[in-house]
């Protein structure tokens, strides 16, 4: 008996007999016109192989010529800070009104007490090293900042005026007792110098003296030459000279004293240093996805092996690739450190569309089988082109969506993956299918897999064990059966809900932060450096600035007031740390101007005359001296103008992007709640970082909502069924809740490499759904039996991608770079919760809860019937009596899938009286299906036809 189907059929059970709504209409106009075209796409190059193999290589040959425009960043402030930040048009304003005279470069010593006299020695000769370094354009003394006539350097040596002969003949208590020294004083400067401000790990004797120091750091100062190009600032003298003073600094020692430098080019020469060490590992697991692809679509044998199809697969990749590379190098995208994990990113999500369309060759049915190559390849395509546009579609709507993004680093990694995915979705169609179809006359003329050349001849006979696909038995007879279950299906549901409430509770507690420290590999010296300086010279809080442009400062000089009291008083800032010039001028004025000449409010009556007694401070006054810096002039005769003036501070110490956060906004709206007439601002040099951590999470949400609404619009228009793009949708969320709360319980954070991996996992959750729920649109039958044959069918393709693209990232496992770290975090599961929902969940949900199939689901094969039964067919008017179920059924192992013309002659049965045995011999009749993507022809006196229970074997009449 029939089952009886989910929702109400016509006479053929092949979908609903009322007039069917709007949107089904659309649906049904829009999947026949897909398919229509991928239908002719598929004839058309199985027809012309060889000319498609030619037009698509010069396409790629003519989209790699962008890369004539290449070119990579590794510019921290051109990569990770938003663009039309605030912090950066400061940080301009700044160099232009406040212009840097030195940049410094620094060394730092370490040594289990660096107070000796052997360490000072080797201080020394380092020093006499780096003084000595020259390029052709410059040396030490012409390239370093002077303070009068001298050099400005600083160390522990200048305590000894830097001479060689002092220091040779120090012992170690002349050392001790010098160090020790109240009010010492530099010899060279005569400012007070502070020992304690150099030393690091310092230890006390039980007098409360410096006894031991573990690390002591060198300063020299360079002078800042630097020129305005390409919209950016360039020194090339001193990035020259820099290169010397790394060389020296890095030689190797044996004296045992350990040392690391800094210098202003550390963090451009170090940027991508991190990514470029692990490409090793990224190689590795680019061969372990070409074996896995070989071993997954062909079979082991001379014949059944797609050695060629799976090298054309990654061709396709590279291409992609590269194409992508010269394409968006043309539109001016840079390529950025996190670019280096594209290629494997792209290799897995090609694969997936590698295994769809062989998956869909193999899966036509026996009547499909009967027909000619080319109809053949034109169904195979027609099937598996609207799936893969369904995921390749929504992929590159969400990279779309993250290339709006404001972050520069993730804009330019969502193009290059968006134009990416698109070509390999093209080559897909075009450049593979054609090798598979070449490869596919090659397997029907028994030519051997490695060696096109030579043919096989009719006795060989393939293994046995090479005509089992266990992967495919694995899902049809054994997962699918079990997971389709009442009990299976309540245990799904218990899983999938438990896994969400834990990720629920991780998601609350998701933190966000980021810090470009993370990208330098941990054996960089700079990297190390500011480690090592972080822990020896831990600061007591960052420094901080408030700046003030050209207003009037005669009018607005209770604004300045105010600002240094709101600046005082903000609960951010240390106490005690505030100094302002015009507080330190007012109190000047008090001391010094009759009181005749000021105002009620203390200050001058005019302006005119508060300038020139602000010159008159600046230049004269010992404290109004240390405050040159901190006031710019446009002259210093009359009359004189302030064009920029600042105060400074000192943040307390803060423990987490939050607190940065608002410390930052805190300050910010103190100058907002004054009113200067014009520029005034606070800045720190960390401000570029916390402007990105502030955006971060709001870019993340952002693009996660736009990309699920668009991936939703792309998959509803591609499926053509609201029920079903609803399912996808859900199982995309859930992924994605998934993901973020497991990516807190392992440590991780938001920051620009898990936002860059959060848009990916849509596209790649919409894969893993995608492909189940379009396979179950295209079946007939009760939601049961579609459901199971759906993940029989299309569940080892979705499998096979997941895993393929989990291996590209497997030894990331073992790097020591934090990006290709995460990827390997963040993809683990992104992989794991995708294949969950795709694999586990969404069978279930469409078991109960699924749509009705695609009109053009009737023109298919019916969906095979779950009792064994062998239905007797007609044929030409005459009936094969010896298909009559009047007998056991037996099962018979898979035979080799075998084309029309290959001479195979398996061990034949006996049969009843009167029914002469098969004719192996005759022309190709009707194939009947022993193995997935087989068909042997039987022929008797007429042709049958044979319905079968199982897609992995046949059933044997016996008597």
């Given amino acids: 008996m029939a089952a009886k189907l989910d929702y109400p059929t016509d006479r053929q059970g092949q979908g609903k007999t009322g007039k069917p709504s709007c949107m089904k209409r659309c649906s049904n106009v829009f999947v026949s016109a897909l398919e229509g075209f991928f239908y002719r796409l598929g004839k058309l190059v199985s027809g012309h192989p060889w000319l498609t193999i030619l037009l698509t290589l010069l396409l790629g040959g003519s989209l790699s010529a962008g890369m004539v425009k290449f070119y990579q960043e590794s510019r921290s402030e051109k990569l990770w800070i938003p663009y039309g930040s605030k912090a950066v048009q400061h940080r301009d304003w700044i160099s232009e009104m406040f212009p840097a005279k030195f940049r410094f470069e620094f060394v730092l010593i370490e040594a289990d007490n660096v107070l000796q006299p052997s360490v000072l020695q080797a201080m020394l000769s380092l020093d006499s090293s780096i003084k000595n370094v020259s390029t052709d354009a410059t040396n030490w003394t012409s390239i370093c900042y002077k303070i009068g006539p001298s050099c400005w350097s600083s160390s522990l040596l200048e305590l000894w005026s830097f001479d060689e002969t002092t220091i040779n003949g120090l012992s170690q208590q002349d050392i001790l007792d010098k160090i020790n020294e109240n009010n010492l004083r530099s010899p060279l400067t005569f400012r007070l110098y502070d020992v304690e401000a150099v030393l690091g790990e310092i230890q006390r004797d039980s007098g409360g003296k410096i006894s031991v120091a573990k690390a002591t750091n060198m300063l020299y100062g360079v002078k800042d030459q630097s020129v305005e190009r390409q919209g950016e600032r360039v020194d090339d003298v001193r990035d020259e000279w820099e290169k010397g003073f790394l ?93 280096s994990i594209l290629p494997f990113l792209i290799l897995g999500i090609g694969v997936d569309d590698m295994f769809v369309v062989v998956s869909a060759w193999n899966n036509l049915s026996p009547a499909d089988r009967k027909r000619d190559r080319r109809e053949q390849a034109a169904l195979a395509l027609k099937h598996a082109g609207v799936s893969i546009t369904v995921t390749s579609m929504t992929d590159v709507v969400a990279f779309g969506v993250g290339a709006t993004t404001i972050l520069p680093a993730l804009q330019s990694f969502c193009i290059y993956a968006a134009v990416s995915i698109f070509l390999v979705f093209l080559y897909s169609c075009t450049l593979f299918f054609a090798v598979l179809c070449l490869d596919v006359q090659r397997w029907e003329g028994r030519r051997n897999a490695c060696c096109c050349c030579y043919r096989h001849g009719p006795d060989y006979r393939p293994s046995e064990c090479s005509q089992k696909d266990r992967l495919q038995l694995f899902f049809q007879n054994i997962y699918a059966p079990s997971l389709l279950t009442i009990p299976g299906k309540v245990v799904t549901l218990f899983v999938v809900f438990t896994i969400l409430g834990v990720s629920i509770w991780g998601v609350v ?84 101007k009759n009181s005749t000449l000021l105002g009620t409010d203390g200050h001058a009556m005019d302006s005119d005359t508060l300038h020139q007694w602000i010159v008159q401070f600046l230049t004269t006054d010992a404290t109004g001296m240390s405050h040159t810096g901190d006031v710019q002039l446009n002259s210093t005769s009359s009359p004189a103008t302030i064009t920029a003036s600042r105060m400074r501070g000192t943040y307390k110490t803060l423990s987490n992007s939050a607190e940065e956060i608002q410390a930052m906004d805190s300050l910010i709206a103190v100058v907002d709640s004054i009113g200067f007439s014009s520029e005034a601002f606070p800045y720190a040099r960390q401000f570029t970082n916390w402007e990105t951590n502030k955006v971060i999470k709001m870019e993340l949400f952002r693009n996660l909502g736009i990309a699920m609404a668009a991936v939703f619009v792309i998959t509803l228009l591609l499926l053509a069924d609201i029920i079903g ?12 809740v998934d993901v973020g709360g497991m990516m807190h319980h392992w440590g991780l954070t938001i920051d620009t490499v898990t936002t860059n991996i959060m848009i990916l996992a849509i596209g790649l959750a919409v894969d893993y759904a995608a492909h189940i729920c379009h396979t179950f649109l295209t079946i007939t039958g009760t939601r049961q039996d579609r459901a199971h044959i759906a993940l029989g069918n299309m569940g080892p393709a979705v499998f096979n991608g997941g895993f393929s693209t989990f291996l590209a990232f497997v030894l990331l496992a073992t790097s020591n770079s934090y990006v290709f770290i995460t990827f390997f975090k963040v993809f683990f599961l992104v992989v794991l919760f995708g294949c969950l929902h795709g694999l586990v969940f969404l069978p279930v949900v469409l078991s109960w809860l699924g749509p009705a199939p695609y009109a053009t689901a009737a023109e298919r094969t019916a969906a095979p019937p779950h ?85 992995n074997s046949i059933t044997l009449v016996s008597n």
């Avoid at 609803?726 to 859930?734: I, M």
């Avoid at 002469?916 to 006196?941: C, E, F, K």
Wanted: charged content about 20%; glycine content about 10%; aromatic content about 12%.
């Fill in 247 to 339: 060389d020296v600094a890095q030689a190797e020692r044996s004296d045992g004293v350990t040392v690391t430098p800094y210098a202003t080019r550390s963090f451009r020469d170090e940027g991508g240093g991190a990514i470029q060490s692990d490409l090793t590992l990224l190689s590795a697991g680019y061969f372990l996805i070409i074996g896995y692809v070989a071993m997954v679509l062909g079979k082991f044998n001379c014949i059944e092996q797609k050695i060629y199809v799976s090298l054309m697969g990654v061709v396709c990749v590279g291409l992609s690739i590269i194409g992508s590379m010269g394409i968006c190098s043309a539109a001016g995208a840079a390529y950025g450190p996190v670019h």
């Fill in 509 to 592: 507690n998701l933190k966000q932060n980021f810090d470009a420290m993370w990208f330098l590999p941990p054996e960089s010296y700079l990297r190390q450096y500011v480690e090592k300086t972080e822990a020896y010279f831990p600061d007591d809080g960052f420094e901080m600035y408030m700046y003030v442009g050209d207003i009037d400062y005669y009018a607005e000089r209770s604004k300045l007031h105010t600002l240094y009291q709101r600046f005082e008083d903000d609960d951010f800032v240390t106490d005690g740390t505030v100094t302002s010039w015009f507080e330190d001028y007012k109190s000047w004025v008090s001391s010094t």
């Fill in 725 to 736: 793009s609803v399912w996808v949708l859900l199982c995309v969320v859930l992924t994605l």
């Fill in 867 to 951: 009792n064994g039964d062998i239905e007797k067919v007609a044929s030409d008017g005459v009936t094969n009596s010896g298909l009559e179920m009047n007998g056991d059924i037996e099962t018979v192992t898979p035979e080799f899938i075998t084309p029309a013309n290959f001479e195979h002659k398996p061990p034949q049965p006996q049969y009843p009286p009167g029914i002469p045995p098969p004719d192996y011999d005759a022309p190709p009749g009707s194939p009947i299906r022993t193995a997935l993507g087989s068909g042997n022809s039987v022929y008797g006196h007429g042709e049958a036809a044979i319905k079968w229970g199982s897609r």
